[in-house]
């Protein structure tokens, strides 16, 4: 059998003549066309105008353009849900004062820790400068 294609309208005015009484072998032959392909299109366009085979070619292309882009952005979704998790942790973890598990306290340029980390060791001894050019711890 030769392999053409049909147009809604044309695959509507098919099952139309079914419907008018003529045999699906005849119809199948006439057109050039397989038994299981007329019952396909029998389940998917039984009963429709052609109006309405419209309508739905419409639906279907409108449909499979949103889950394209569906598609498209719930990598982008998963990743910023992914981030905002991480973030909202790392707030938690600094507010309650604890560190989190595999992580050290970040440290500052100076090599002492870094005064946003939440440090709990207290405030750093402040020195101050004698007279003299030598420095003093105070306590």
Not at 63 to 87: C, G, I, T, W
Request: positive net charge.
């Amino acid at each position: 059998m030769k392999r053409t294609s049909f147009t809604d309208e044309h695959i509507i005015g098919i099952l139309a003549e079914h419907e008018a009484g003529v045999q699906c072998a005849d119809l199948c032959r006439k057109h050039g066309m397989s038994e299981g392909t007329f019952y396909n299109w029998k389940a998917r366009f039984g009963g429709m105008t052609v109006s309405e085979a419209k309508r739905l070619k419409t639906l279907e292309d409108e449909n499979a353009r949103l889950k394209k882009l569906l598609a498209e952005q719930m990598p982008d979704l998963a990743a910023m849900k992914d981030l905002v998790s991480k973030n909202g942790r790392a707030r938690r973890e600094a507010r309650s004062g604890r560190i989190p598990s595999g992580r050290s306290r970040s440290v500052g340029a100076a090599g002492l820790p870094d005064c946003r980390s939440g440090s709990q060791d207290g405030p750093l001894p402040v020195s101050t400068r004698a007279g003299n050019g030598t420095a003093r711890a105070v306590a």
